[in-house]
Structure formats: structure tokens, C-alpha cells
């Protein structure tokens, strides 16, 4: 696959300035096209307000608004764009004017350049038959705001060829989305079911079912959103919802069409009143009910026409709609027997709309869905790993784990596999444990089942280490305790300048628990890996680099190629012993033996500078002073132990540091999204 380095966007309202703004973010050089200067400078301003919005925010610095903008060209000049690696169209939904738009830049641009469409309405492969590249022609539609949302959906037609997907899911990953590809139907998978959901809270008031209050009331509490259906036509626009129904009407038949009262209200030019009345409790159970069986039953449809799988339309729900739960995380809290009773509800209604085979053939079976969170992928020598939990940001749980050793064993038996890669769907490799699970077990005192679920963890991760094959950790963003336990397990660490790891565990009351604190003092030394694991620093990839954590850092179009050379080179030895860097010396005098008493006393560090002696004390202050004496002594232990060995002793200190206050307190208090108070023994 081509360099993907300049990318070009044909519009400048919301939706293209949204997208170009998120590509330069991510380090794209990207031109922005429209058909006046006026609306090209209104997209570039747009740009720059949001931008600045961020910086009074403190989301960015003032710098890298700079450098954002530096990357971003506006012109009325198609030709501006001949030699961009890819084109995002993000004109109006018209199909005559995206058409001919098409056919133009097919006379400009060279043959290298791919096509996308943002489009929303119509299929992609209309657009493909009507250029000369129909192979270089895919569907990238985004959610808005682009800047901000993260999902893409990516969708090629019959004559995509393999070379383009694998360019749009790379090129996805590189400005930051979580990429599902789905196929070129009718409304994707995302607006498949959003849409009628839509329809059916405008036909549920027709009906009578409820006021507007109690109609968005309902929808909020069954699909854990913060706006209702009511107030979410109102800000995305009722003339959008009339024009998307339309859409999917003609071509899916009535059930998915616009209501009456829907087109009525455009008409009027007036939003909803979303204080029509009082909320009636007496009618929320129904609401629901409603809600599910259209959304549940289109949801499953879905699956049945292969447009989506089940992993990805919970993926989607979660990250473009900011569902608390996707539709098949629904099915199963409300059990498969209650999704198929209001699903057929809906039949009944709508008898143009049949009951989904998934869902009678999941009847049968009487058990809920189970979610494939982790996928492989074999290409030739090297098998890819890809944790798929974008939306909990890869956290690893009981599921992971167990999918992660069955697809692990799978990649390393298979014969023409020299390498085994992991990675992590969307921007983060993995973010952690799943905490809520430590909570739940730590509150039932089955302190046992967090035992073996570590036991499991640690089993995998030293397969990993020791395995035949050369694995390799590929850190294209934030990798934090569990996810750098098992980055540090492989043999390489190959990273992207995005690309960091971290131990925030004394901060919630904890110690890293997967063999972190082992392998970490083993590369970079004991006094240093005490100072990542008692302050939680992050390390970043240049650090990390240094420090000899890295194998090495390369641009993400270098991934594949840097993989194929260490597949090529001599076996590596991660433990081989570095020189500390003279910026970390200070540092790790620091965390010399002589003075871990004191620091853990809270007193001031002989011969170390008063700057570092006060920020070291602000930091620890912050920390489980229980999980900082546990960690210090369990490093200590595991120094003149084997690696197997050291595992065993971490596994012995569970039960112990499970059963302090300070662990619930802490682990409670992430859950919550609150400042942990500890108390150390008391």
C-alpha cells in the first residue's frame, strides 16, 4: 500500500471543515475544496473557532492550534487536489450534483487517488459505476461532529478492490476513528436503525402513546442517552430526518418511511415542544417496549443481510450514537425471550416486516449473544491480533482474555506464521483491566475469581514472552496498566510516535498485577521502574525509546514495513542491559534504596533538588500510601526471583491487596469518575 500523506476535502460546510479539521489534527496535510471563496473561508473559520474553543478549554495548546492550521489549505482550485492519496466528498445529498463532481475530479486527478463519498442516502456503487476507477471508489461516512466523533463507517461496493479497503481502514486508523465496514445497503447499519427509531417516537405521539415529554423520557431510559428522540430532531434538524426517511422508504418500503406528523411538522417550520406536559411514568414501560421492538428487530435484520455483524453494530451504536449499550448488549440485559415478544409486536404492526432469523434461531438456543472481541488476521508471514473493544478502550476482561489465548494459540501453531502482532481497535492498544469487574468481585468477597481471572492473564503473557514465534506490541496510542503488562510480555514493543504506557494503579488503590513491575525493573532497572509505578507517569514513546522499553518508534506507514524487518533480523533480547539516560538520573537517584523510606514518609530526599523533592511529594500525596509500601516490597521480592517465580509471588499478594480499604475505595471511585479517598489501613 501507497504513503497516505495529503488528503483532499470537496466541501466546506459542517460535515467537510469537520473532517478536514480531525485529518490535520491527526497530521495530515489536507486541502479543503469548495465552489465560492466565501464558503471556503467560512469553512476555514469554522475550523479556526472550534480550535480556539479548545484551547480555552484546555483541550489544546496554542502550539499545536498552530501546527493544525499550518496543515490546512482552502481553494475554489479542484486542481489543488490532483495528486491528494485520497478525495472525501462532503457536498450536499443530492445525487446529480455528487455525480458530476465525481466525474470531474476523475478527469483531474491522478490515478493513484481514491474516491470516498460521505454520502448518507444513496449506495455507493452509483457513484462508483458512473468514474473510471470504480476499484478505487469506497464509502466513508462519518458521524458528525467529525472532530469529535469517532466512529466511520466504511463501506465498500461489489468492485472495491481489497487494495482500497485495506486503505481506508488504515487510513481510519491513522486520523483517529474506529472504522466498521459495512455493506453498501440501504442506510449503512447505523442510520438502518436509527432512522426508524426516529419514525416510530414521531408515530408513537400520532398514535397517542404519549406526549412529546414522556415519548423522549422513554427513549432516554432505553437507550441510556442524555437527549430524547424529540430534542435530537430538534438539534439535528427535522428537513434531515424527513429527507432520510424518504430515503430509506423508497427503497426499503413504508415501514421505514416519513410519518405524517412528521412531515407536518416541517411544514410548519417549527421544532418540538419538549414541554408539552408532565412525564407520565404510566406510560414509559410501553415507550420502551416500542422503542426495542423497532430498534431490536431492524438491528437484527441487519445481521441477517449481512450488512453488519453483531460486534459492529454495538460498536456503532456505542460510539457514533453514544448508546450506553448496543442493541445486542440490549437483548441480552432484557434476555432473548423479551426481545423476541416485542419484536413480533412489531410484525404484527408492520407486516411488511418479518421476525430475524438470528433472533428465533437465538431463541432456540435460550442463551445470550456472545461477543467476538478479538479478531486475527494472517497475511502471509505475520498474524495480526486486534483487540476489539473500541469503545471501552480495549479493556481487558474475563472474555478478552480467553479470546486473546484461543487466537494466540490459533496464530502461533499455524505453520506460515513467522510473527504475531497485537493491537488495539480504534485510538487506545488497551486501557487497562475492566475495573467494574474487581468492584463486583471485591464487594461479594470472591477475591478467588479476581485470582483466577490474573492467573489466566499471567499464563497467556508468559506464552507470549516465550513464545517460538517473534511477538510484537504495536502501540499506536494509550496503553495503560493491563494493556502495558501485556505490551511489555511481547517480545518487541514497536510504536508509532502516539504510542505511550503507563501504570496508574497506586492511584486507585492497587499495584500493577499482570507482571509489569517484573519486566519493567528488569529493562530499565529498579529505581527506575519504581518511579513509574509509584507515580504513574506516563512514558512516552520517545521515553520509553531511550529507556530501551521501545524496540523503536517509525511512522504509521512504516508499520508494515518495520514489522518485516524485525521478522528479518536476529533473535532480540529485551532484557539486554541500557544506560540510564542522563535526563533520568536525577530520577532515579531519587528512588534509591536509601530513600524509599523517607519518600514513603512523605519527608525530604537527601541530595536531591528541592523542584523534585516537591513535585515527587505532590504526586505520592495523591497515591494509596498501602499500594505504594506493597508495590516497593513486592519489587524488592521479585528482583532476585525467575520471572516464573516472581509470577507466583505476585499471584500470592492478591488476596492480601484486594481486602485492603484502599483497593474498594480506589477501584470504587474510577467506576464513579470521583477523586479516591484513602485511608491506608484504617
Given amino acids: 500500500m501507497s504513503q497516505i500523506s495529503k488528503i483532499g476535502v470537496i466541501g466546506a460546510g459542517h460535515m467537510g471543515s469537520g473532517i478536514a479539521q480531525k485529518v490535520a489534527q491527526e497530521g495530515f496535510d489536507v486541502v479543503m475544496v469548495d465552489m465560492a471563496d466565501e464558503y471556503v473561508e467560512r469553512g476555514l473559520s469554522t475550523i479556526k473557532s472550534i480550535l480556539q474553543s479548545g484551547v480555552k478549554r484546555k483541550i ?14 482552502g481553494t475554489t482550485d479542484y486542481n489543488a487536489v490532483a495528486d491528494a492519496d485520497i478525495i472525501i466528498e462532503a457536498v450536499f445529498e443530492d445525487k446529480n450534483v455528487k455525480t458530476k463532481l465525481f466525474q470531474k475530479l476523475d478527469g483531474i486527478c491522478a490515478d493513484k487517488t481514491i474516491f470516498a463519498t460521505n454520502t448518507s442516502s444513496f449506495y455507493v456503487h452509483e457513484f462508483a459505476d458512473k468514474v473510471n476507477r470504480p476499484d478505487r ?9 467529525p472532530a469529535k466523533n469517532r466512529l466511520l463507517e466504511i463501506i465498500p ?28 445497503a440501504p442506510g449503512f447499519a447505523i442510520n438502518r436503525f436509527f432512522i426508524p427509531c426516529s419514525n416510530e417516537a414521531c408515530r408513537m405521539l400520532e398514535e397517542g402513546m404519549g406526549n412529546v415529554a414522556t415519548i423522549d423520557e422513554g427513549s432516554k431510559r432505553a437507550f441510556g442517552i442524555g437527549m430524547g428522540w424529540f430534542d435530537l430532531l430538534n438539534v439535528t434538524g427535522i428537513p434531515l430526518a424527513v429527507h432520510a426517511s424518504e430515503g430509506l422508504g423508497g427503497e426499503l418500503g413504508l415501514f421505514y418511511g416519513t410519518p405524517d406528523i412528521l412531515q407536518a411538522q416541517m411544514e410548519k417550520n417549527e421544532d418540538w415542544d419538549l414541554t408539552d406536559g408532565p412525564v407520565e411514568e404510566e406510560k414509559i414501560d410501553a415507550i420502551k417496549d416500542r422503542f426495542y421492538g423497532i430498534c431490536l428487530g431492524v438491528a437484527a435484520a441487519l445481521v441477517d443481510e449481512g450488512v453488519a455483524t453483531i460486534e459492529d453494530v454495538n460498536i456503532g451504536a456505542k460510539l457514533g450514537l453514544r448508546w450506553t449499550k448496543g442493541p445486542f448488549e440490549i437483548m441480552n440485559d432484557i434476555g432473548i425471550g423479551k426481545t423476541c415478544e416485542v419484536v413480533e409486536a412489531i410484525t404484527k404492526k408492520y407486516p411488511g416486516f418479518t421476525m430475524p432469523k438470528v433472533l ?12 467476538k472481541t478479538v479478531d486475527l488476521d494472517i497475511n502471509g508471514d505475520t498474524a495480526w491480533i486486534t483487540i476489539n473493544r473500541p469503545d471501552a478502550m480495549n479493556a481487558l476482561n474475563e472474555g478478552v482474555v480467553e479470546q486473546l489465548t484461543e487466537i494466540f494459540s490459533i496464530a502461533q501453531n499455524h505453520s506460515d506464521v513467522k510473527a504475531i502482532v497485537f493491537q488495539g481497535a480504534g485510538k487506545a492498544f488497551v486501557a487497562g483491566a ?3 469487574f474487581f468492584v463486583d468481585n471485591v464487594k461479594a468477597d470472591t ?24 511477538t510484537i506490541a504495536l502501540l499506536d496510542g494509550l496503553s495503560l496498566g493491563g494493556g502495558s503488562e501485556l505490551s511489555l510480555a511481547c517480545q518487541y514493543i514497536l510504536a ?7 501504570f496508574p494503579e497506586t492511584g486507585i488503590g492497587i499495584i500493577p498485577g499482570l507482571g509489569g513491575m517484573i519486566r519493567t525493573q528488569r529493562i530499565i532497572g529498579t529505581q527506575l521502574a519504581k518511579y513509574y509505578v509509584f507515580t504513574g507517569a506516563p512514558v512516552t514513546a520517545g521515553d520509553a525509546l531511550d529507556l530501551g522499553l521501545f524496540h523503536s518508534v517509525v511512522a504509521p506507514s512504516d508499520i508494515e514495513l518495520s514489522v518485516q524487518r524485525i521478522i528479518e533480523e536476529d533473535t532480540h533480547d529485551k532484557y539486554q542491559s541500557h544506560d540510564i539516560p542522563d535526563k533520568f538520573k536525577e530520577i532515579s537517584a531519587a528512588f534509591a534504596a536509601k530513600n524509599i523510606q523517607a519518600m514513603l514518609s512523605g519527608k525530604d530526599l537527601a541530595d536531591i533538588s528541592q523542584a523534585l523533592n516537591d513535585k515527587l511529594k505532590k504526586i505520592l500525596n495523591r497515591k494509596s500510601e498501602v499500594a505504594l509500601k506493597m508495590a516497593n516490597d513486592v519489587m524488592e521480592a521479585q528482583l532476585s526471583l525467575t520471572i516464573a517465580d516472581a509470577v507466583e509471588y505476585e499471584l500470592g499478594q492478591l488476596d492480601t491487596l484486594f481486602r485492603t480499604v484502599d483497593a474498594l475505595e480506589g477501584l470504587t471511585s474510577a467506576v464513579e469518575h470521583r477523586k479516591p479517598e484513602f485511608k491506608g489501613n484504617k
Avoid: C, W
Fill in 360 to 371: 428465533i434461531e437465538q431463541k432456540v438456543l435460550g442463551v445470550p449473544f456472545k461477543f
Fill in 157 to 184: 461496493h461489489a468492485g472495491t478492490s481489497k487494495e482500497t479497503i485495506l486503505a481506508a481502514e488504515t487510513f481510519a486508523k491513522f486520523h483517529g476513528k474506529t472504522a466498521i465496514t459495512v455493506k453498501d
Fill in 496 to 502: 508509532t510516535p502516539n504510542g505511550s504506557m503507563g
Fill in 434 to 436: 475492566d475495573i467494574q
Fill in 137 to 145: 471508489f469506497i464509502g466513508l461516512h462519518y458521524f458528525f461532529h
Fill in 60 to 73: 489544546f495548546t496554542q502550539d499545536q492550534v498552530d501546527s493544525f492550521l499550518s496543515r490546512v489549505k
Fill in 447 to 470: 477475591i478467588q475469581n479476581i485470582e483466577a481471572f490474573t492467573r489466566k492473564g499471567h499464563e497467556l503473557l508468559l506464552k507470549i514472552e516465550n513464545s517460538p514465534k517473534k
